[in-house]
């Protein structure tokens, strides 16, 4: 079993960075692809950004150039630097960390960008 606690949300002006941590229960960045997600009211759970098993990175669209996923093996812990937020990234966001056989989710933090 996998725990994954998010923690970094909060709220933040229009223009403003935040930073997200993710920590992992163990070693697993090499047998998992480690994820964020987001889901605003009313709307689906989406893709943030991605850390394949090779360590690829991956963006959505809306992101990109703006957000960015590191890790830190050591630590266990995966990271969302978001910088020029912006209103619409007003969500929950969520760590993720799969592969073929699991599929284990954080309980998810805050984020609200609002003047």
């Known amino acids: 079993q996998v725990q994954l606690v998010e923690s970094g949300g909060g709220l933040v002006q229009p223009g403003g960075s935040l930073r997200l941590s993710c920590a992992a229960s163990?070693?697993?960045?090499?047998?998992?692809?480690m994820g964020w997600y987001r889901q605003a009211p009313g709307k689906q759970r989406e893709l943030v950004a991605v850390?394949?098993?090779?360590?690829?990175?991956n963006y959505a669209d809306s992101v990109q150039g703006r957000f960015t996923i590191s890790r830190d093996n050591f630590k266990n812990t995966v990271y969302l630097q978001m910088n020029s937020l912006k209103p619409e990234d007003t969500a929950v966001y969520y760590c993720?960390?799969?592969?073929?056989?699991?599929?284990?989710w954080g309980q998810g933090t805050q984020v609200t960008v609002s003047s």
């Open positions: 850390f394949s098993r090779l360590g690829r990175t």
């Open positions: 993720n960390a799969r592969n073929l056989r699991n599929d284990y």
């Open positions: 163990g070693s697993i960045f090499s047998n998992y692809a």
